[in-house]
């Protein structure tokens, strides 16, 4: 007997696509066939009016491709774009701006993750519709979460002057440097939160989590020096170890007739980029402090229960006011925050961690500096394979439990919840593919 | 009495617009004590149904759903505000509206036929009525609060639509059209492509702030003048390519910029 099953489900707080997700398979005597996780967000074309644009108006450009992480598409442009620079910055110019940089970037890690765990997952968790109805209940909490985010858009502020859409990045540095005393406040607020966020991480690891252990590739960014953010070499925990102008070598695209969004595999296979993956990668590179939190933690990196996703964001949150604060420190301003670039025609990649994983820019350049062509990969869109492969898996295992009585409500809010885990940014999902350009 | 009804709805968009209320911080608590926030997927409220008072509207109409859609919103909803560039002008991927969307599509999508889009992207207003618009890109939390206040007092909220210069001049900010900022060859600076004499103040003159020239977020202020803009430009060593471009960015749905883009690139022909 087969009976075709379709399961809509209104996504709201994580897929954000009002009415326009759904969740569509077969089941055929408890067992899940031909499952599907439809996402409809009409496309914006980014790449395509790229085209033609000088390389300067990248950043502003690819900033509107996601009102929640815009410094990250900010960073992977001036990354890629920096590669074809004649000559090279200074070095000691160079070593101050990827400091800075870095600091920009642990704002939008903080914000974002503050904003998934305390608006989006939390309520979940405690059967909220929202976190203005958690906070009359658990009000400590709420404001625990909605400080830290404010925090990391402060820090987004120091050095973009505002937090969506900053205006302070540009090709070849800052527009401005930060004022010391604006630094040191900026100081003083971190030093002040570096208790909530720690307690943050315990409370989170004390929550009830569900449980669905999988296996899994997890891909991100790993150097040398620190747990990798703005640079690094694309890893994978079994064995990949590539450079960012390798990546269309080993990752390739495809469309999918369920959705706007483009998926992704590495060598035919999905994978996982985000939090969870980077503390597979990266763990043993976070700093003492957040090592000995980790330590006393229930869960132990690597770790593979996708649940645990909201405990890698609390740890990455703590990590990153502790860098914040190690980079500002001995803060230092310049007269002039950036230097005066010449780039030759050619073509670049970059790639950086976006708070949601890895996220990857391939840009063409012509001899006056114009956009040939750019192709833009962000993480939710290499997500969505695995996603659709969890949902199975942890769906699966439910109904075979409950072949009969199944509820729809179940199955309806586990995977919300399964999805939740990646936070997927849809806006972000949508727009980019490859690119074929008629040259 | 009740307390009024708000929700907020998304379209194409980048989300951004929607920060406004989610980056309040622990202030978004205190909103919510005010109003009664109903709709608003992104926190967690779905109720796209329900009638209310006032419905915020982010991104830009780009499919025939969408169409259904904001007509929906309108009959259920006593105010319509348009929240940001993308729903108050198309934003920038109202740039498509000036190529053929179509062969984008078709270049950008190996399998296009699994994508729904209209041709081009619009407005709410070309839709429907809208009965206020609030500008940027992305609009800001001061912005939404102020709106708000004179919602909750039942004023008309109030608007101006002043140069940023104004905005600008006010934080004694050096001028980027006058200071010599831009490395044009080496040595060699110039002056930077400012839109601040064209753009609405409101965004608290960020750019000059951090010594940029503005690029426009907040739209076109009342009487604006693109082309005495884009004959300084010009006298400051723009070419014509470059002048349309900075003009063509987040509000090139406005007539008036399309038009002087347009004189821009025909009188490049007419040199070639």
Request: glycine share 6%; hydrophobic share 40%.
């Amino acid at each position: 007997m087969s009976n075709k099953k379709t399961v809509p489900v209104n996504f709201p707080v994580l897929s954000r696509v009002e009415g326009e997700g759904a969740l569509e398979f077969n089941l055929d005597q408890g067992r899940i066939e031909d499952l599907k996780l439809r996402i409809f967000e009409p496309p914006r074309y980014f790449e395509k009016f790229l085209q033609g644009r000088h390389y300067s108006e990248v950043p502003d450009i690819v900033a509107r491709i996601c009102g929640i992480c815009p410094v990250a598409y900010q960073m992977t442009a001036v990354q890629a774009l920096e590669s074809l620079l004649v000559p090279d910055m200074p070095e000691d110019f160079s070593l101050w701006l990827q400091k800075m940089r870095q600091v920009l970037y642990c704002g939008e890690w903080i914000q974002s993750h503050a904003l998934h765990i305390h608006l989006l997952a939390a309520p979940d968790l405690f059967g909220f519709n929202s976190a203005i109805s958690m906070a009359e209940k658990y009000p400590d909490i709420v404001r625990r979460g909605v400080t830290l985010q404010a925090l990391g858009n402060d820090i987004i502020r120091l050095l973009g002057a505002r937090s969506v859409h900053p205006v302070g990045v540009k090709v070849g540095g800052f527009h401005k440097a930060p004022d010391p005393e604006a630094v040191n406040k900026l100081l003083e607020q971190l030093e002040a939160l570096k208790k909530e966020a720690c307690e943050l991480v315990l409370w989170l690891d004390s929550l009830d989590l569900p449980e669905s252990r999988q296996e899994f590739i997890s891909v991100s960014l790993h150097n040398e020096e620190n747990y990798a953010v703005y640079q690094g070499r694309i890893i994978s925990n079994q064995g990949l170890n590539i450079s960012c102008e390798q990546y269309q070598q080993y990752f390739k695209e495809f469309q999918q007739p369920q959705s706007t969004a483009f998926h992704s595999h590495l060598n035919g296979q999905p994978y996982l980029v985000g939090p969870l993956a980077r503390l597979n990668n990266n763990a043993d590179q976070l700093k003492p402090e957040v090592r000995s939190l980790a330590a006393q933690l229930s869960v132990d990196f690597p770790d593979n229960n996708m649940f645990n996703s909201i405990i890698a964001r609390g740890i990455e949150i703590y990590s990153c006011i502790l860098t914040a604060i190690d980079l500002l420190q001995d803060y230092s301003p310049l007269a002039q925050a950036w230097q005066p670039v010449r780039l030759q025609a050619g073509e670049c990649s970059g790639a950086t961690e976006a708070p949601r994983g890895l996220l990857w820019h391939y840009y063409k350049l012509d001899k006056d500096g114009l956009i040939i062509k750019a192709d833009i990969i962000p993480p939710t869109s290499q997500n969505q394979a695995r996603i659709e492969q969890d949902l199975q898996t942890t769906l699966q295992t439910y109904l075979l439990e409950q072949p009969e009585n199944y509820s729809e409500d179940k199955v309806r809010h586990l995977g919300e919840m399964v999805i939740r885990n990646y936070d997927p940014c849809i806006s972000c999902a949508t727009h980019f593919l490859k690119l074929k350009i008629n040259d | 009495m009740d307390k009024p009804k708000i929700a907020i709805h998304k379209f194409a968009s980048c989300d951004g617009c929607q920060l406004a209320f989610l980056n309040m911080g622990p202030e978004l608590l205190e909103l919510a004590a005010m109003v009664n926030i109903v709709h608003f997927v992104e926190a967690g409220m779905v109720a796209p149904q329900e009638e209310v008072d006032i419905a915020f509207i982010e991104g830009s109409i780009s499919t025939e759903e969408d169409i259904e859609r904001i007509k929906f919103i309108r009959k259920i909803s006593r105010q319509v505000i348009s929240l940001g560039a993308c729903a108050s002008s198309g934003g920038l991927q109202a740039l498509r509206n000036l190529a053929d969307g179509d062969q984008w599509l078709r270049e950008l999508y190996p399998e296009p036929q699994y994508i729904q889009s209209l041709k081009s992207t619009h407005p709410l207003k070309k839709y429907i009525k809208v009965d206020f618009e609030v500008w940027g890109c992305p609009v800001n939390t001061g912005q939404i609060k102020q709106l708000i206040s004179s919602l909750l007092l039942g004023a008309k909220p109030q608007q101006t639509r002043d140069r940023l210069c104004l905005e600008c001049k006010r934080q004694q900010r050096v001028c980027t059209l006058v200071v010599k900022h831009r490395v044009v060859k080496q040595q060699e600076t110039g002056q930077q492509a400012c839109l601040g004499p064209i753009t609405a103040a409101g965004c608290g003159a960020l750019c000059p702030s951090v010594g940029r020239a503005c690029y426009g977020c907040y739209g076109l202020a009342d009487n604006p003048q693109p082309h005495a803009l884009s004959v300084r430009l010009e006298g400051l060593g723009f070419i014509g390519r470059e002048i349309a471009q900075k003009l063509l960015m987040i509000h090139s749905y406005e007539e008036s910029l399309q038009k002087e883009a347009q004189q821009l690139s025909a009188k490049q022909r007419d040199v070639l």
